[in-house]
């Protein structure tokens, strides 16, 4: 994945987390992969076109979601979610909007330019997920509530 | 050759020359009804005992029983291997299943007979030593279960199966594979002194003193060869080096100099750590690694550069580290081809080297003249323009994984494949013929080889290591 691609992702996911959880958030170590990979249980994904194609997915475990849901939620003078229901997906989903529009827009601002699909999420047990011939960087953001992370994969339209 | 004894046939009792005359009578199919077991005896075998054990042997493989007194002793033999034999007039060799499985065997005074075996397996007959043969066992096969680890010493791949018969436990081995084990080790000369040496009294004097040195002079060899052995694995763990294939010429020339080095420091020649590991690959790196290169190395890559090239011109870089290198072939294509269009792609799986490399800055000092045209000044120092620098694309990516790249004019990769285990670097190798036809560019790292069969041909000098694409 190109180099200036990466920082716009990290750094998005990074602000947009502590700024709705308000919550202490670490990064894990960045690392690429290539074969197929499990999912946690909830996964939201989110299209790239124009220059290039890929995609960018957001996974975390069925407990993490709820709790980050509900976070959310009572930022918002809401009430908490006790199980994954249509509101709780929303959120998630708005969640990966976010961060995906915030790095997109940092991405425009150096040149690049994306355009985004509408997000979806999956939810289920023991998903997978593989894409062949696209390399996928992974970053790993350590939450309170458990552990999101952040799938990218970009290729350049040759 | 000499022997001094025929097998003699082994009676013991009754039971057993029963089951000799069955043996010799050719086996006919015809079927033996015993008293106490109304299934059908299907199986014979000769039983004996190796280190207190019992085994058996299928008796359709047993072409005698035989009683060994003086072997030939055979220089340079592995040490199960006790001699050879001559019987009626073929030579066979006899082997030692005692010591082939390491168990215990009883020494026999010296001139005694030793109980062994003759077997047969396909066209070939081969001798094997037991500590005492017992008798022929009749079997019903469906009886014989698969072998279980705890049953006995020897290797379990050895082990046809495990069969229970008056109260005794018999240990039936598998002699094809035995032998066919046995081939293959034999071809292999080994530096032990074969344990035969006792059964060859016969040996005058001055043989067993040329015998002795050149023992010796196996064993120095093989020293050096098991410290380069040590040396290998140690690059492998400290620095994951893999020289196999791409590198061995450097490695063993490396390696002479190495040991000159350091017994002149009175140093011991293995690796004890990753400084060691650096200091030995020293020589092994290519020059300007790392860096902008000099105009020598410059010249040189532009010697090897196409008159005539296609209008965009692809490159493929992986391995790019900080950039130094990719930006210094970008200047030079750029030099060479300047209307051409110009797509470097160039990767690295180090995240913190590859993220400074799309916007490199650097002192004007570190520069060589020759990339001054091109050089552009930014806040804290130098950076190329864009010229040069929008003809790169970086990547993190690792060269392992799936490569997106396009097919490419010429691929740049030094150092880097000796740093793939060898798995991947064949498949990286295939990969770089997948993504280029003939006439393309391949640079490698100085001390790095391509073997012609792979369709690359070598076509560098003595300054850059290069190949073209057949």
């Known amino acids: 994945m190109r180099v200036e691609y990466i920082n716009p992702f990290v750094e998005s996911a990074y602000n947009v987390l502590q700024e709705v959880l308000s919550v202490e958030i670490t990064r894990g170590e960045l690392y690429l992969k290539s074969t197929s990979m499990p999912v946690l249980g909830v996964a939201a994904i989110i299209g790239l076109a124009g220059d290039v194609e890929g995609r960018v997915l957001f996974d975390m475990s069925k407990v993490t979601a709820i709790q980050i849901a509900s976070a959310m939620l009572q930022s918002m003078e809401m009430e908490p979610i006790e199980e994954l229901n249509d509101m709780g997906k929303a959120t998630i989903t708005e969640l990966a909007n976010m961060i995906t529009g915030q790095a997109v827009t940092k991405l425009h601002n150096l040149g690049f330019k994306f355009d985004l699909t509408p997000p979806a999420i999956f939810t289920g047990d023991n998903m997978e997920i593989a894409d062949t011939g696209v390399e996928a960087l992974i970053v790993p953001m350590e939450l309170p509530f458990g552990k999101i992370e952040i799938n990218v994969a970009i290729r350049e339209r040759n | 050759m000499k022997n001094t004894s025929e097998p003699v046939a082994h009676t013991q009792s009754d039971e057993q020359s029963q089951g000799a005359r069955q043996r010799l009578g050719g086996l006919h199919q015809h079927q033996i009804q015993e008293q106490d077991d109304i299934e ?157 040496a006792a059964n060859a009294p016969e040996l005058g004097e001055d043989v067993e003193g040329i015998e002795a040195t050149s023992r010796q002079a196996a064993v120095g060899k093989n020293e050096e060869q098991l410290d380069l052995d040590f040396i290998r694995e140690s690059l492998v763990t400290f620095r994951g080096f893999y020289p196999d294939g791409i590198a061995d010429a450097w490695l063993n020339r490396r390696y002479s100099e190495w040991r000159a080095e350091r017994s002149k420091l009175g140093l011991d020649v293995q690796l004890t750590g990753e400084d060691d590991a650096d200091e030995f690959l020293r ?36 391995g790019c580290g900080k950039g130094y290198e990719t930006y210094s072939l970008a ?115 100085q001390n790095e080889y391509v073997s012609e069969t792979l369709g690359w041909q070598h076509v560098g000098s003595a300054v850059v290591n290069a190949y073209r694409r057949l």
């Not at chain 2, 804290?380 to 799936?402: C, M, Q, R, W």
């Not at chain 2, 097919?407 to 740049?412: G, L, R, S, T």
């Open chain 2, 40 to 196: 059908t005896v299907d199986y014979k075998m000769v039983t004996f005992s190796l280190g207190g054990k019992d085994y058996g042997i299928n008796i359709l493989k047993v072409k005698e029983i035989a009683k060994f007194t003086t072997f030939t002793y055979v220089p340079n033999a592995p040490p199960f291997v006790s001699g050879v034999y001559n019987l009626r007039g073929d030579i066979i060799s006899i082997i030692d299943l005692r010591v082939m499985f390491n168990l215990p065997a009883q020494r026999k005074a010296e001139g005694s007979a030793e109980d062994g075996l003759i077997l047969r397996l396909d066209e070939l007959m081969i001798g094997v030593v037991v500590d005492s043969i017992d008798k022929v066992v009749g079997i019903v096969s469906s009886r014989i279960q698969p072998p279980h680890p705890i049953f006995g010493d020897v290797n379990i791949k050895y082990i046809s199966g495990v069969v229970e018969k008056d109260g005794r436990l018999y240990i039936i081995l598998d002699v094809d594979r035995i032998f066919a084990k046995d081939e293959s080790t034999a071809e292999k000369p080994e530096s032990l002194p074969p344990a035969g």
């Open chain 2, 283 to 318: 020589t092994f790196y290519s020059p300007y690694s790392g860096r902008f290169w000099g105009e020598d190395y410059a010249e040189g890559v532009k010697a090897l550069l196409a008159q005539e090239m296609p209008k965009n011109i692809n490159v493929w870089n992986p």
């Open chain 2, 331 to 445: 200047t030079i294509l750029r030099m060479r081809y300047p209307d051409h269009i110009l797509k470097i792609w160039a990767g690295d799986n180090d995240l913190l080297s590859i993220s400074t490399a799309p916007n490199l800055v650097f002192g004007a000092d570190a520069v060589p003249t020759l990339y001054e045209p091109y050089l552009v000044e930014a806040k804290n120092g130098f950076s190329f323009s864009s010229e040069v620098k929008d003809a790169i694309l970086f990547e993190y990516h690792d060269v392992t994984h799936t490569n997106a790249v396009p097919n490419v004019d010429m691929i740049m990769a030094r150092d880097l494949l000796s740093f793939l285990p060898p798995k991947q670097q064949a498949s990286v190798l295939n990969e770089f013929s997948d993504k280029t036809s003939t006439g393309a560019l391949l640079i490698l790292g």
